[in-house]
C-alpha cells in the first residue's frame, strides 16, 4: 500500500496533508525518514508519524514514563496519565493496567482494546518488574514465601512471585530490591511486603514482560513502542 493512502486511512490527515507531513520528513518507515509518499508498506513495516506508531488501522501504542503524583485513571479530579498525551487524542485512547498514585515507572498506553486486554489478561502471565525501597529488614526466608504466594487477606494468596534483594543495610534497617509479579492487585507489592515486616517507601515498575522502561524516557514523556519491543510483547512479528 502506498505510504500517503496508509497514514490517510489511520486518520492521521487527508491525502493532501500527509503527503505534506512525508515530504517533511515527518514520517519514518523502520525508523528511517521517508519522503515519497507512494512507497510501498506493509503490515511487517513500522511507520511512525511524530512518534506515534501508526498501524493500518491506527492503532497507537505508547510507552509511558509515569511520575509520582498522577493518577492512573481517564478521567479524574486530579491530574491523570491522560493529561500528559495530547487533546485530540486522548478520547481514544486507554491504560493496559495502573500504577497507584505514587508509583512511577513503565505504563502502556494504547486505543488497542484487543492488545489492552491481552496484555493485562492473568492467563497470559506477562510479567511486571518492579524496583522497591522499604524500611525494615525481610527474613531469611522471604523469598520463599514470595515464591509459594502470600495471603494479603483477598479469596486466594497471591501467584508466585520472584524476590530478589540488591542491598540490606542493617544499620539503617533499610531494604531495596527487586520483585516480579504475573498479576496486578490492588496495592499489591507494598500489601505483600508489608505482610513481610517492611513498609515501602519508594517504588517504581521498571519492565513489562521482557520490555524494559527506557532509561532516556524522562518522567511524563512518551514514545511509541519499537517494532521490536511489540514483538516482544505479543510474541508476533507486526504492530497490528
Not at 12 to 18: A, D, K, P, Y
Not at 143 to 170: F, N, Y
Request: charged fraction near 25%; charge should be neutral; aromatic fraction near 8%.
Amino acid at each position: 500500500m502506498r505510504l500517503d493512502k496508509w497514514l490517510a486511512d489511520a486518520g492521521v490527515g487527508t491525502r493532501s496533508e500527509v503527503k505534506n507531513y512525508i515530504r517533511k520528513k515527518q514520517v519514518l518507515v523502520n525508523d528511517l525518514p521517508v519522503t515519497d509518499p507512494g512507497f510501498q508498506v506493509t503490515e511487517q513495516d513500522s511507520v511512525c508519524y511524530q512518534g506515534r506508531q501508526i498501524g493500518q488501522k491506527g492503532n497507537v501504542y505508547y510507552m509511558f514514563h509515569k511520575p509520582a503524583g498522577c493518577v492512573s485513571a481517564t478521567e479524574d479530579a486530579g491530574r491523570t496519565v491522560l493529561d500528559y498525551f495530547p487533546e485530540a487524542e486522548r478520547k481514544h485512547l486507554i491504560l493496559c493496567g495502573r500504577l497507584d498514585k505514587d508509583t512511577e515507572g513503565f505504563l502502556i498506553v494504547t486505543n488497542d482494546g484487543a492488545f489492552s486486554h491481552r496484555l493485562m489478561s492473568p492467563r497470559h502471565h506477562v510479567d511486571k518488574t518492579y524496583y522497591f525501597e522499604a524500611e525494615g529488614l525481610l527474613a531469611e526466608d522471604a523469598q520463599k514465601q514470595v515464591l509459594l504466594g502470600i495471603d494479603i487477606g483477598d479469596e486466594k494468596p497471591t501467584l508466585p512471585a520472584q524476590l530478589t534483594v540488591l542491598k540490606a543495610d542493617q544499620g539503617k534497617q533499610t531494604i531495596c530490591g527487586t520483585i516480579i509479579l504475573q498479576e496486578g492487585r490492588y496495592h499489591q507489592v507494598k500489601r505483600m511486603l508489608l505482610k513481610l515486616g517492611v513498609k515501602v517507601t519508594y517504588l517504581k515498575r521498571t519492565a513489562i514482560g521482557s520490555v524494559l522502561l527506557d532509561p532516556s524516557l524522562a518522567k511524563g514523556t512518551y514514545r511509541a513502542l519499537t517494532k521490536e519491543e511489540m514483538k516482544q510483547l505479543t510474541g508476533e512479528d507486526n504492530n497490528e
